[in-house]
């Protein structure tokens, strides 16, 4: 996926925490990975949330971020997410180095996390996080990307998860034939 794919949902800052309804895992690394390389592009400074962090930076190395590059630069941080602890300790954490980041002249926060399986627990703990998130960041230059795997779920169960990830994001990316389509619940 290019970037060319998402800068239409991103541009005109109206959909500043987005959902991605991914079909597999597999697809999680080239939209993570064309995301941030957006990011970069417009002068962000990026902070992935990763369950796995070696997993992670090395499917967005492989899907052609320059990963290697962005972290000696200091443009990229790939932070552990340890679900077990409080939904808002990650975000308390990067929001020192987000402020230095903004210090150096970077235009703002682009942040995405490790893919959120289709279990109704893992689903309902990243949602908690997510609400974290939102707080610690509301009314500052962030944008967010929120990755969710519907593979397996049934097709109702499938649509009640675009439902219910469209209440608590400003839009959703959903997967069509050959792109993502933007579906702003209204």
Known sequence: MDNAALAPALDGGACRHLAVLLRSDEEFAPVVASFYSLGAKRGGWLAHRAVDVEADRRALADAGLDVT???????????HLDVDEP???LPRRLATAFEAALGRGL????SSHT???PDTDAYERAVEIELAWERRFKDRPVVTLC????????????????????????????????????????
Request: hydrophobic share 45%; no cysteine; net charge negative.
């Open 107 to 110: 235009t703002g926060l682009w």
């Open 147 to 186: 990755p969710y795997v519907v593979e397996g779920l049934e097709a109702a169960a499938a649509l009640g998860r675009l439902t219910d990830v469209g209440a608590h994001h400003d839009g959703v990316l959903v997967p069509s034939a050959d792109r993502l389509e933007l579906f702003k619940p209204g």
């Open 87 to 89: 939904p808002d300790r």
């Open 115 to 117: 893919p959120v399986g």
């Open 69 to 79: 590059g962005l972290e000696a630069g200091d443009r990229l941080v790939i932070e």
